[in-house]
């Protein structure tokens, strides 16, 4: 087994070093090994556990959802349903967040049309800001 350092598994995974100390301070990545000088060493199942995180995270998976991911993989055996459930809230908030998101555009681009015009004391964008009673959607 070749030790890997903290600063080569940053390069070799577009992990930032402060992200990989946190990441195993929550427990997402085990304890690094440690040289005799006390520095972190890392293995090569480490490298790919982190590129698994990387990817989980870019995908908007929470820390929480990675950790129950992880350890859904270290059974094998098991069914799929549980990651697949997993998966599927994720995918279901991301469906939330885009029906929030469209609603605020959809907010903001009327303030943009409507308020580009005189003072700004006769700018509807400021007046809708000011009072959200003025939106036409509740939740944004």
């Known amino acids: 087994m070749r030790a890997i350092s903290i600063g080569a598994v940053a390069k070799a995974t577009g ?13 997402l990545l085990p304890a690094a090994d440690r040289t005799a000088s006390n520095r972190r060493s890392y293995d090569q199942a480490t490298v790919r556990r982190l590129r698994f995180i990387r990817h989980a995270r870019d995908l908007g ?13 270290d059974q094998p055996d098991r069914s799929c349903g549980d990651v697949d459930s997993i ?24 303030m943009v049309d409507e308020g580009a015009h005189g003072r700004v004391a006769d700018c509807r964008v400021i007046e809708v800001l000011g009072d959200h009673a003025a939106c036409l959607h509740e939740a944004h």
Do not use: C, M, W
């Not at 998976?61 to 993989?73: G, H, K, M, N, T």
């Not at 029906?99 to 907010?107: K, V």
């Open 15 to 27: 992990v930032k070093v402060p992200t990989i100390r946190y990441y195993e301070e929550v427990g």
């Open 87 to 110: 998966a599927r809230l994720h995918l279901a908030d991301i469906d939330e967040k885009i029906a929030r998101l469209t609603a605020l555009r959809s907010e903001v681009k009327r």
């Open 61 to 73: 998976f929470s820390v929480e959802a990675i950790r129950q991911l992880i350890d859904l993989s």
